[in-house]
Every structure is written in structure tokens, then in C-alpha cells.
């Protein structure tokens, strides 16, 4: 018996060759730099073509709606159709049609979502001196009071990041009131387009569903935690203020409440609370080893302790965003592994675009300009 064949079964892994066109919707405050690390890493290893923002641009034409025309290339397919891509996972704010010009039919579809309560805390810190709703405020307790005194819903666009950030970026009316019915339909337009919403919360155990799904290896998608903050910026608010919060984005919590029961009843009927466990085992004992193999002292540091200016993540607003240093003295395949893994987003991008876009001029990096 040819044990090759056998193996995929064994070890509980579904058949068949691995998924290569995948569009990730790219939420904001929500692990997705961390994800889209793993695309990247993945898009790179298979020589797969990625939907890069067009020019100096940094992504995909968000907070407008997606048009095919933001991306790099798009207008290069042959008899006059856009040229389609593997991977897509830039910023953008979801517009399906558009999408679809620039990705194969068969392409998985995927997201993922957080709890408001702290995506909101996130977002108010990152983008504070940025979004009009939060410039004239000294906290997120205070906004969330009475968040009628600063939050002006005509301005739709410059103020997607302060309510239903979430249901923005899917394409939705982030102002709408969140009717039963309504919130109802929206919620099984996305059921029917993404096979997959992910919560990062319960990121390990996305992470091992989404690698069953996509038949990808286990290094495919382990990944350090990219674009946290230092403890020193990040707000705890009291349990009051979360559920303010999650009052206040009742439509992202509407969200997030129901793709994290759905998350629950697929990893259950698809992996089983056996096979879930130690395979989650296997993503943090994966982690763990390459942490020892590629961290110096094993944990993000900030910009000001990060030797490398190009391993220095952007920082934006009041939030100390955190990267990381290598561990001196690798030998050239470690270090070229380790450096993607830890490789901040804007780097990642300009790193892609040149591969893919040779004769075109590099994407200036402001942060790395200095
Ligand atoms: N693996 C994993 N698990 C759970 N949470 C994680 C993970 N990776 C990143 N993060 C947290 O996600 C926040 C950054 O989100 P994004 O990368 O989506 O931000 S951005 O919109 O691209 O700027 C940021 O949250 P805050 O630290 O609360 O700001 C990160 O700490």
C-alpha cells in the first residue's frame, strides 16, 4: 500500500491540491496584518500573483468602495478583460462586482471579525488625531457617553473608523439603524459570499479551520502577532464602557456575535473538539519553536528597540505599535524564513510589488524615508 497516498487521511488533512486563489477582506483593527502576513508568506513561497495597490499607493483605494482599476496591473489582461489574480488581501472596502474583474471565479472568499468592545478601543487609539469623531475627545469613555456630541454621520467616509467599522468595510451602510430584518439580510449576504469569517479572539483556532479548508501546510499559517500595541497604549476599558461600545456598533456586534457561533458549530462539525485540540497543540508548539528560533528575547519590542529600520512597523495616532527584532548569527535560510514572518505590512507590500513589478518604480515607504 503506498503510505503517500495514505498520509493526507492519517493525519486527518482533506485531499486535494492546495487553494491558490484566496481574497481576504482585510478588516481594520482586527489581527488582519497578522493574516495578511500569511498570504503574503504563502504568495511568495508559491510564486502566486498578488492584487497590489496601484503605484505609491498603500491599498486598495479604501475608504471608497473597491474599483478594479486600484490595482497594479488589473488593465494588462489580455482581450481587453483586467488580468486576474491569486491572492488579494489589501485594505479595501468590499464592492463584489469590482472583485470579481481581478479574481478567478473559484476563489475562496474570507474575512475576519473582532468584538467591538475592543476593535473599537483599537481603532479610537491608532486612529485618534486622524477620524473627526474622535480629534476633539480626551477618551473613549467620554466619546462613548454620548457619542451624539462628536460623531457627525454625514461624514460617512473620514468617520467609518469611529462606528461599525466592520459592516464599512464589508461594503454596508456602517449608519443604518440595525433592524432585525435588515441586519438579518446583510448578515446572509455575507453567508453566501465568504466561506469563511474569522475571529480573532479565537485566532489559533481560525487559523487551524482555515488551513483545513485551504489544505495548507502547518507553517502556512502559523504566524507571530503583528501590530499589537505596548500595554502602555492600550485603554482597559470597564465593562460598562465595552458594552457601550457594542451598543454603539450594534451592527459589527450583530456581526460578530453570529459568525463567532457559526466559527464554533464548523469547527466542531468539521474537525471535531478532538482533532480541534491537538491541532491548535500543534500551531502553538510550531509558534513556540520558531519563536526560539527567530526572536531575540522572544517578544515584540518597540520602534526605538528595533535595530533594523526596515523591520520597524508604521505608527499611527496615540498607539506605540510593536515589531521585532531577529536573533543575531543566523545562517541565510533562517534568516530569510524568520524576516518575512516578522516583516511590518508596507515593507511586505513594496518587497511583493518589486518581485512582481520589476520594471516599475518601487513603492516609497514614508516611514523608512527618514
Ligand atoms: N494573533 C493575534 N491574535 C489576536 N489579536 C491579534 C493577533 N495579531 C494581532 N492582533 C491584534 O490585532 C490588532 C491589529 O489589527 P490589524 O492588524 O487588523 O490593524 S490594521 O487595521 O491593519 O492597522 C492589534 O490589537 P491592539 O493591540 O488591541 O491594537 C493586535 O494586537
Known amino acids: 500500500?503506498?503510505?503517500?497516498?495514505?498520509?493526507?487521511?492519517?493525519?486527518?488533512?482533506?485531499?486535494?491540491?492546495?487553494?491558490?486563489?484566496?481574497?481576504?477582506?482585510?478588516?481594520?483593527?482586527?489581527?488582519?496584518?497578522?493574516?495578511?502576513?500569511?498570504?503574503?508568506?504563502?504568495a511568495e513561497k508559491h510564486n502566486l500573483s498578488t492584487a497590489l495597490p496601484a503605484g505609491g499607493r498603500v491599498h486598495l483605494g479604501y475608504p471608497w468602495l473597491f474599483l478594479a482599476r486600484y490595482v497594479e496591473g488589473a488593465e494588462e489582461g489580455s482581450t481587453g478583460t483586467p488580468r486576474r489574480f491569486n491572492i488579494m488581501c489589501n485594505h479595501l472596502r468590499f464592492n463584489l462586482p469590482e472583485v470579481q474583474k481581478v479574481m478567478p471565479e473559484d476563489t475562496f472568499y474570507f474575512s475576519i471579525l473582532r468584538d467591538p468592545g475592543y476593535q473599537l478601543e483599537s481603532s479610537f487609539t491608532y486612529y485618534k488625531g486622524y477620524v473627526p469623531a474622535f480629534r476633539h475627545v480626551k477618551t473613549l469613555q467620554a466619546f462613548l457617553e454620548s457619542?451624539?456630541?462628536?460623531?457627525?454621520?454625514?461624514?460617512?467616509?473620514?468617520?467609518?473608523?469611529?462606528?461599525?467599522?466592520?459592516?464599512?468595510?464589508?461594503?454596508?451602510?456602517?449608519?443604518?439603524?440595525?433592524?432585525?430584518?435588515?441586519?438579518?439580510?446583510?448578515?446572509?449576504?455575507?453567508?453566501?459570499?465568504?466561506?469563511?469569517?474569522?475571529?480573532?479572539?479565537?485566532?489559533?483556532?481560525?487559523?487551524?479551520?482555515?488551513?483545513?479548508?485551504?489544505?495548507?501546510?502547518l507553517d502556512d499559517v502559523v504566524a507571530f502577532r503583528l501590530n499589537s500595541r505596548s500595554a502602555r497604549t492600550v485603554a482597559h476599558l470597564p465593562p460598562e464602557s465595552r458594552e457601550l461600545a457594542r451598543r454603539w456598533c450594534a451592527l459589527d456586534w450583530r456581526l460578530y456575535d453570529h459568525f463567532n457561533r457559526t466559527l464554533w458549530a464548523r469547527l466542531h462539525a468539521e474537525l471535531g473538539p478532538r482533532r480541534l485540540r491537538s491541532d491548535v497543540a500543534r500551531?502553538?508548539?510550531?509558534?513556540?519553536?520558531?519563536?526560539?528560533?527567530c526572536l531575540q528575547d522572544g517578544a515584540p519590542q518597540n520602534q526605538a528597540q528595533i535595530t533594523d529600520r526596515l523591520l520597524r512597523p508604521f505608527q499611527s495616532g496615540e498607539a506605540d505599535i510593536?515589531?521585532?527584532?531577529?536573533?543575531?548569527?543566523?545562517?541565510?535560510?533562517?534568516?530569510?524564513?524568520?524576516?518575512?514572518?516578522?516583516?511590518?505590512?508596507?515593507?511586505?507590500?513594496?518587497?511583493?510589488?518589486?518581485?512582481?513589478?520589476?520594471?516599475?518604480p518601487r513603492k516609497a515607504i514614508p516611514l523608512l524615508e527618514e
Open 1 to 42: 500500500m503506498d503510505m503517500e497516498l495514505l498520509l493526507p487521511l492519517l493525519s486527518g488533512q482533506a485531499e486535494g491540491p492546495p487553494v491558490t486563489n484566496v481574497m481576504f477582506l482585510k478588516t481594520h483593527k482586527t489581527a488582519s496584518s497578522t493574516v495578511l502576513n500569511i498570504l503574503y508568506r504563502f
Open 283 to 293: 500551531l502553538r508548539a510550531r509558534r513556540q519553536e520558531l519563536t526560539e528560533l
Open 147 to 217: 457619542p451624539e456630541r462628536f460623531y457627525n454621520d454625514s461624514l460617512v467616509v473620514s468617520n467609518a473608523y469611529a462606528r461599525n467599522n466592520m459592516w464599512f468595510d464589508l461594503g454596508f451602510d456602517h449608519n443604518a439603524p440595525p433592524d432585525e430584518g435588515y441586519v438579518r439580510a446583510r448578515i446572509a449576504d455575507v453567508e453566501q459570499r465568504f466561506q469563511l469569517m474569522l475571529i480573532a479572539e479565537h485566532f489559533d483556532e481560525s487559523m487551524v479551520l482555515l488551513r483545513h479548508l485551504l489544505r495548507w501546510s
Open 322 to 360: 510593536l515589531g521585532y527584532n531577529l536573533r543575531p548569527g543566523l545562517d541565510n535560510a533562517t534568516l530569510r524564513m524568520c524576516r518575512r514572518m516578522v516583516m511590518p505590512e508596507l515593507q511586505y507590500m513594496a518587497h511583493l510589488y518589486a518581485l512582481q513589478f520589476p520594471e516599475k
